[in-house]
T-cell receptor, first 117, second 109 residues
Framework: GAVVSQHPSWVICKSGTSVKIECRSL??????MFWYRQFPKQSLMLMAT?????????EQGVEKDKFLINHASLTLSTLTVTSAHPEDSSFYIC?????????????FGPGTRLTVL | GQNIDQPTEMTATEGAIVQINCTYQ??????LFWYQQHAGEAPTFLSY??LDGLEEKGRFSSFLSRSKGYSYLLLKELQMKDSASYLC??????????WGAGTKLIIKP
């Protein structure tokens, strides 16, 4: 099956610093990538939808200037959490949708656990 | 609008059968997905239904009724490793997944 990787898998940073998370589709081309955030014991919350070569579409309540998304190629999208604060500590998961996929299935990365001190 | 519901938690016994229901309301529909998520891990795909009926895949089966806005995931011969959260999600007219809150399934020996 299609594989999506995320890097790093976990990160601890100081308040006020920026953190970049990479999401890569390893064996397929992803026209669309999605960024989710999940707090403990809660469901996935879509943050933004990213299409290759265009600006990301952010969900209501998600600050686009704080969560910078770049989708420069069909296999790579990055999420940068700028000026991170403790309340940004969460599990960040990306998913990718294959270019030609009858199921419209999203393949998930393993997630990145961010802890802001 | 976005409206999708599933039970918060269910408990079942090892070796038994459990059915997790999911109901949704949407004006645009492009299929319903079930994902399994173990604690601290990303979701993994279980099933996809876009037509009415039952899809069987090993110990897991998924059912869909579009007219009723209803789906269920059926797990047979439960194993301890099946303890996880099960997420249902429908794909809307924009091909975006709308997620339920997840059902935490607890398996007891």
């Amino acid at each position: 099956g299609a594989v999506v990787s995320q890097h790093p898998s976990w990160v601890i940073c100081k308040s006020g610093t920026s953190v970049k998370i990479e999401c890569r589709s390893l064996d397929f081309q992803a026209t669309t990538m999605f960024w989710y955030r999940q707090f403990p014991k809660q469901s996935l919350m879509l943050m933004a939808t990213s299409n290759e070569g265009s600006k990301a579409t952010y969900e209501q309540g998600v600050e686009k200037d704080k969560f910078l998304i770049n989708h420069a190629s069909l296999t790579l999208s990055t999420l940068t959490v700028t000026s991170a604060h403790p309340e940004d500590s969460s599990f960040y998961i990306c998913s990718a949708r294959e270019l030609a996929n009858d199921y419209n299935e999203q393949f998930f990365g393993p997630g990145t656990r961010l802890t802001v001190l | 609008g976005q409206n999708i519901d599933q039970p918060t938690e269910m408990t079942a016994t090892e070796g038994a059968i459990v059915q997790i229901n999911c109901t949704y309301q949407t004006s645009g529909f492009n299929g319903l997905f079930w994902y399994q998520q173990h604690a601290g891990e990303a979701p993994t795909f279980l099933s996809y239904n876009v037509l009415d009926g039952l899809e069987e895949k090993g110990r897991f089966s998924s059912f869909l009724s579009r007219s009723k806005g209803y789906s269920y995931l059926l797990l047979k011969e439960l194993q301890m490793k099946d303890s996880a959260s099960y997420l249902c999600a429908y794909m809307d007219s924009n091909y975006q997944l709308i997620w339920g809150a997840g059902t935490k399934l607890i398996i007891k020996p």
